[in-house]
């Protein structure tokens, strides 16, 4: 049997994992962890640069951060533009407006003393965002649209992120809070309140478009994102869309890189490969590095949608929220000194007292009544209506 024959079977195996046992792979620790370089230089505001390792898929901790490094932007010319570290393996410099004609690369000094450097590249500025639009999808979901038109001799390689931002609410409303200080509950002033919040959530899909085949430089209602019919559009949502041109090269480094990690599962997907950017070990060529940097200009736009633009009745799925599915009804409870014991330590929060018997108070679980145990703010966003 061929070693490609096990490999394919290795990969049944861990797509029948989810119906058996988890599969923990023995993979063995790399003497040396390679350097990872994630950012952009931007020839037109703040550059953002994160340095970090790899480690083993056997460990649970977070990439460590390459720390106490240093970090430059470096033209053709011999000029340079120092970064500052601030946390931890995070390295930005000044708003800057760099000089377009000029070539620009990033350039690494490790706490260590070995040295990187990025190619060389001409400096893009990105064309704006001409226009973000949304549809009712068949199923009353959303098709969010995205047009852009550049001149014909801006870049045809384009790449988006995105920040979804949706409003939500607890399974239950509270209008009471305990008061630690006086070990009293009281009615919960609204500065305070816990019902509705927001939630943000980057985007994690690669996406990446051209008009390389196009007689003009432009994209006419390309579909960016579709929003399935779920709670995120029960009241508002809304989507802030990053938009970067990019050369072919760095469109192609990223189009390898979903291609590993999209198109992976099944015996008829290729089988993983290391993706090589732009970036260079000085002392060693044949040291791998993890990462692209680029030179281009970033530009955004916001969309909303409120929850009253879209039609009713809606679907069951937008208004069920899986995370309140454990919740059970309020219950009713007398105030003493042990529920008063239960609300200081954070097990359960009084919602409201009997219409009949003020003495009784309706109680529940945290995660039922605080918005904010599902990962959002209580605090509205300075850009939501």
């Not at 797509?15 to 923990?24: A, E, M, Q, T």
């Not at 703040?46 to 460590?64: C, D, E, G, Y």
């Not at 601030?86 to 000029?102: C, E, I, N």
């Not at 030179?295 to 679907?315: A, M």
């Given at each position: 049997?061929?070693r490609?024959?096990l490999?394919?079977l290795?990969?049944?195996?861990l797509?029948?994992?989810?119906?058996?046992?988890?599969?923990?792979?023995?993979?063995?620790?790399?003497?040396?962890?390679?350097l990872?370089v994630?950012g952009?230089?931007?020839p037109l505001?703040?550059?953002?640069?994160?340095l970090s390792?790899?480690?083993?898929?056997?460990?649970?901790n977070t990439?460590?951060?390459?720390?106490?490094?240093?970090?430059?932007?470096?033209?053709n010319?011999g000029?340079?533009?120092p970064?500052?570290e601030?946390?931890?393996?995070?390295?930005?410099s000044?708003?800057?407006?760099?000089?377009?004609?000029?070539?620009?690369?990033?350039?690494?000094?490790?706490a260590?003393?070995r040295?990187?450097?990025?190619?060389?590249?001409?400096?893009i500025i990105?064309?704006?965002?001409?226009?973000?639009?949304?549809?009712?999808?068949?199923?009353?979901g959303?098709?969010i649209?995205l047009?852009t038109?550049?001149?014909?001799?801006?870049?045809?390689?384009?790449?988006?992120e995105?920040?979804e931002?949706?409003q939500y609410?607890?399974?239950?409303?509270?209008?009471?809070?305990y008061?630690?200080?006086?070990?009293?509950?009281?009615?919960?002033?609204a500065?305070?309140q816990?019902?509705?919040?927001?939630?943000?959530?980057?985007?994690?899909?690669?996406l990446?478009?051209?008009?390389?085949?196009l007689?003009?430089?432009?994209?006419?209602?390309?579909p960016l994102?579709?929003?399935?019919?779920?709670?995120?559009?029960?009241?508002g949502?809304?989507?802030?869309v990053?938009?970067?041109?990019?050369?072919?090269?760095e469109?192609?480094?990223?189009?390898?890189?979903?291609?590993?990690t999209?198109?992976?599962?099944?015996?008829?997907d290729?089988?993983?490969?290391?993706?090589?950017?732009?970036?260079?070990?000085?002392?060693?060529a044949a040291?791998p590095?993890l990462?692209?940097v680029?030179?281009?200009?970033v530009?955004?736009?916001?969309?909303?949608?409120d929850?009253?633009?879209?039609?009713?009745?809606?679907p069951?799925?937008v208004?069920?929220?899986?995370?309140?599915?454990?919740?059970?009804?309020?219950r009713?409870?007398?105030?003493?000194?042990?529920?008063?014991?239960q609300?200081r330590?954070?097990?359960?929060?009084?919602?409201r007292?009997?219409?009949?018997?003020?003495?009784?108070?309706?109680?529940?679980t945290?995660?039922c009544?605080d918005?904010?145990?599902?990962?959002?703010?209580?605090?509205?966003?300075?850009?939501w209506?």
């Amino acid at each position: 049997m061929t070693r490609l024959i096990l490999l394919l079977l290795l990969g049944n195996a861990l797509l029948l994992s989810s119906c058996v046992d988890r599969y923990v792979p023995d993979v063995p620790p790399t003497e040396r962890s390679n350097l990872v370089v994630d950012g952009y230089i931007n020839p037109l505001g703040s550059t953002v640069i994160k340095l970090s390792r790899t480690f083993s898929v056997n460990t649970k901790n977070t990439p460590p951060a390459e720390a106490r490094a240093q970090v430059v932007i470096q033209d053709n010319a011999g000029r340079r533009y120092p970064l500052t570290e601030a946390p931890a393996g995070t390295y930005t410099s000044a708003a800057q407006t760099l000089d377009p004609g000029r070539q620009y690369q990033l350039r690494i000094t490790t706490a260590q003393g070995r040295e990187y450097a990025s190619d060389l590249e001409s400096a893009i500025i990105t064309p704006p965002i001409a226009d973000l639009t949304w549809q009712l999808t068949d199923v009353q979901g959303v098709q969010i649209y995205l047009t852009t038109r550049a001149t014909s001799t801006d870049a045809r390689y384009y790449r988006w992120e995105y920040d979804e931002t949706y409003q939500y609410t607890s399974a239950f409303q509270s209008a009471l809070e305990y008061v630690a200080s006086s070990n009293t509950v009281e009615n919960r002033p609204a500065a305070r309140q816990i019902y509705t919040c927001w939630r943000t959530q980057p985007s994690t899909a690669i996406l990446q478009s051209n008009t390389e085949q196009l007689s003009q430089n432009v994209l006419v209602d390309y579909p960016l994102l579709l929003v399935l019919p779920d709670n995120r559009l029960k009241l508002g949502y809304s989507v802030l869309v990053r938009q970067v041109a990019q050369t072919q090269g760095e469109y192609d480094y990223w189009e390898r890189q979903r291609k590993n990690t999209e198109s992976l599962g099944t015996v008829n997907d290729p089988l993983p490969g290391r993706v090589t950017g732009n970036v260079h070990a000085l002392a060693d060529a044949a040291e791998p590095v993890l990462g692209y940097v680029g030179v281009h200009s970033v530009v955004e736009k916001r969309l909303f949608i409120d929850g009253n633009q879209l039609p009713t009745p809606r679907p069951g799925s937008v208004f069920y929220d899986p995370f309140y599915a454990p919740c059970t009804p309020p219950r009713g409870i007398l105030p003493n000194a042990f529920y008063l014991q239960q609300f200081r330590d954070g097990f359960l929060i009084p919602i409201r007292r009997d219409d009949m018997t003020p003495d009784i108070i309706y109680v529940n679980t945290p995660n039922c009544v605080d918005c904010r145990e599902r990962g959002g703010t209580n605090l509205k966003p300075s850009f939501w209506p």
